[in-house]
């Protein structure tokens, strides 16, 4: 991860005495593990070996962000892109595995991108009960001349029974208005601000609203795949209480964890990495001061590239590109 980088690039890095330290922090299992044990923690482990040492049904929400079907480097680890008969046998291998973990009211959020989206809903729909599939707008990707542009991936969202969570007053989505109606000259589910005209309305499963991390943001990190805070807030809020518990499996840098501390949920990680488990250890250190998400101030999400706040009272992010430990 040595690079040169532009003096405003603001990737989060690790030096070698922070690499030292947070490595302590992290989790090895070498049998079953009580939740006391791993409660808040990164486990950095290859997942086949640990998942049957996890306990029984501790899970209230279950995110799972895999390697998708394609040739793709991780800090140099390769996963190659096999026949998709052979991918929907690798993902139940793990997922049949996971599901124990899960509680009966549980709800499942799994990613994936065009090649590999049917490869995981046939197969995780033999197990849970499958309630929608989310597309959302990557805003990158690479343009093509005899092909679409590849912007989008899907997050398919299953429970694992009739009795789940979902609070869909805490995920709507604050749009600005272009036509406004107005009854008896007062405004008709909207409201008028200093900023503009806003109504916030129920959240749809076409997600167009997010940032992909960049090189400018606190959050962004060198790892390939890395999924937006604001991704991760809508599902968490959605689908989980405050104190209830996400596992995430394939965790990467530690969004997930991230996001779950911010708003006051427990976490669960797993990753084989140990440069990517140090990462989200360093981002679970900021975030015991730092609760911002981008894009979701006061309660509410915002449509992207909305100036919600005056710029004097926007949250200032914190200075991620120094050693945390001097």
Request: glycine fraction near 4%; aromatic fraction near 10%; charge should be neutral.
């Amino acid at each position: 991860m040595d690079k040169q980088r532009a003096p405003r690039n603001r990737t989060l890095t690790l030096a070698d005495d922070e690499r030292a330290t947070l490595v302590r922090r992290l989790v090895t299992l070498d049998g079953p593990a009580s939740l006391g044990v791993i409660e808040n923690r990164t486990i950095c482990a290859d997942l086949f070996r640990v998942v049957d040492y996890l306990p029984d049904s501790f899970v209230d929400l279950l995110f799972i962000d895999p390697p998708y079907n394609l040739d793709k480097s991780f800090n140099g680890a390769q996963f190659r892109e096999v026949p998709v008969a052979e991918y929907r046998r690798w993902v139940e291998s793990w997922l049949t595995r996971l599901i124990r973990c899960l509680k009966p009211s549980a709800s499942v959020y799994i990613c994936s991108d065009w090649r590999s989206s049917a490869a995981i809903q046939l197969t995780a729909e033999k197990y849970l009960i499958l309630r929608n599939r989310i597309t959302w707008e990557r805003e990158k990707g690479r343009g093509a001349l005899r092909n679409w542009k590849n912007c989008s991936e899907d997050i398919w969202f299953f429970t694992r029974s009739d009795d789940y969570y979902f609070d869909v007053e805490a995920v709507k989505i604050k749009r600005r208005v272009m036509a406004p109606y107005s009854e008896n000259g007062r405004p008709k589910d909207w409201q008028r601000t200093s900023a503009g005209d806003f109504r916030s309305t129920h959240p749809s499963n076409l997600w167009t609203d997010l940032t992909v991390p960049f090189w400018s943001m606190p959050e962004n990190t060198d790892h390939p795949t890395q999924k937006p805070e604001k991704l991760l807030a809508k599902m968490i809020l959605a689908s989980s209480r405050p104190g209830d518990l996400v596992l995430d499996p394939f965790l990467g840098s530690g969004t997930s964890s991230v996001v779950a501390k911010k708003l006051d949920r427990r976490f669960v990680g797993i990753e084989i990495d140990e440069t990517y488990c140090s990462l989200a250890e360093k981002r679970l250190t900021f975030a015991e001061t730092e609760k911002s998400v981008q894009g979701y101030t006061d309660g509410v999400f915002w449509e992207r590239n909305t100036h919600q706040l005056q710029q004097s009272d926007a949250p200032k992010a914190p200075n991620t590109n120094g050693n945390l430990f001097d």
